[in-house]
C-alpha cells in the first residue's frame, strides 16, 4: 500500500444525471461512497406515510441579505451570519445558512415533481443539518425569485436582500423524514422537511432558472425501511 503514498491532488468532477438513473457518484470518488452505499439517501418519493401528524415546525425567516454564490448547476444565496434567521422543529433549533435551487424538484410527490425546488439549509450549534424544501408551481411572478434573478444578472458574489417569506407557503405543512445531503459527498443525518404546499413563480422565473442550472435533480432514492411522516 504504500506505493499508493505519492498522491496527486485532483478535483473528480461529479454530474447530475438525467434526474432518472442512479448517479453512482461512488464511482467518481471513493470520498462519495455514501451516496450509493448509504441507507438513508435523499431525496426519496413522498408517498405512502408510515404516520400522519403535524410536525411542530417553527420559522423565523423575514427579510435577510446575503450574497450569490454560483457554481456549476449551483445558484446559492448564502446569507449573512448574525441575522437570527431560521426554524425550530420540535425542540431543535436550526439556523438558517444558505437556499439554493434545483430544476426539475428533487423529492416527489407520488412520483411526480414540481418544476422548481428551494432548499433551506440549516445547522444546529452542533453542526447537525436541517433543510426545508419548497416546491415552486407555475403562477404569479415571486418576488423572491425576481430578486435572486436581478442578482444572478450580476454574477457571483452580488449582494441581495430577500424576503425569505416570499418563498415560503403562509401556512407550512410539512412531510419530515431522515435523509442526506442530495449532492456529494451525500453527507447522511440530513433532517428533511418538505412543505406539502408549493408557492408561486412565473413561468418566465422557472424557465430562467431552468436555462442556468439545467437539469439538476438526483434520482429519487429508495425509502430503505425509514419512518416517513406526512402532514394532516
Ligand atoms: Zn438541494
Known amino acids: 500500500m504504500a506505493a499508493s503514498g505519492v498522491a496527486v491532488a485532483q478535483t473528480k468532477e461529479w454530474s447530475f444525471g438525467d434526474g432518472t438513473a442512479a448517479e453512482r457518484w461512488s464511482e467518481v470518488d471513493a470520498a462519495y461512497a455514501a451516496c450509493d452505499a448509504g441507507h438513508m439517501q435523499s431525496p426519496i418519493d413522498l408517498v405512502d406515510p408510515d404516520a400522519r401528524a403535524t410536525v411542530e415546525l417553527e420559522t423565523h425567516f423575514g427579510t435577510a441579505a446575503g450574497k450569490l454564490s454560483l457554481g456549476k448547476q449551483k445558484v446559492q444565496i448564502d446569507f449573512d451570519p ?63 425569485i425576481a430578486a435572486l434573478l436581478q442578482a444572478h444578472a450580476k454574477g457571483n458574489g452580488t449582494a441581495l436582500t430577500v424576503d425569505i417569506d416570499d418563498m415560503v407557503p403562509d401556512t407550512l405543512a410539512v412531510w419530515r423524514y431522515m435523509g442526506s445531503l442530495t449532492t456529494p459527498p451525500c453527507t447522511e443525518g440530513v433532517n428533511w422537511h418538505v412543505a406539502n404546499e408549493p408557492v408561486e413563480a412565473s413561468a418566465e422565473q422557472i424557465a430562467a432558472l431552468r436555462a442556468v442550472l439545467g437539469s439538476s435533480a438526483r434520482s429519487l432514492q429508495e425509502r430503505k425501511g425509514r419512518l416517513l411522516v406526512a402532514p394532516r
Open 82 to 144: 448574525g441575522q437570527d434567521k431560521g426554524m425550530k422543529s420540535g425542540d431543535t433549533q436550526y439556523d438558517l445558512l444558505q437556499v439554493h435551487f434545483h430544476t426539475p424538484a428533487e423529492h416527489a410527490f407520488d412520483g411526480e415533481r414540481h418544476p422548481l425546488v428551494a432548499h433551506f439549509v440549516h445547522a444546529t450549534e452542533e453542526g447537525r443539518l436541517g433543510v426545508l424544501g419548497v416546491m415552486f408551481t407555475e403562477g404569479e411572478a415571486n418576488p423572491g
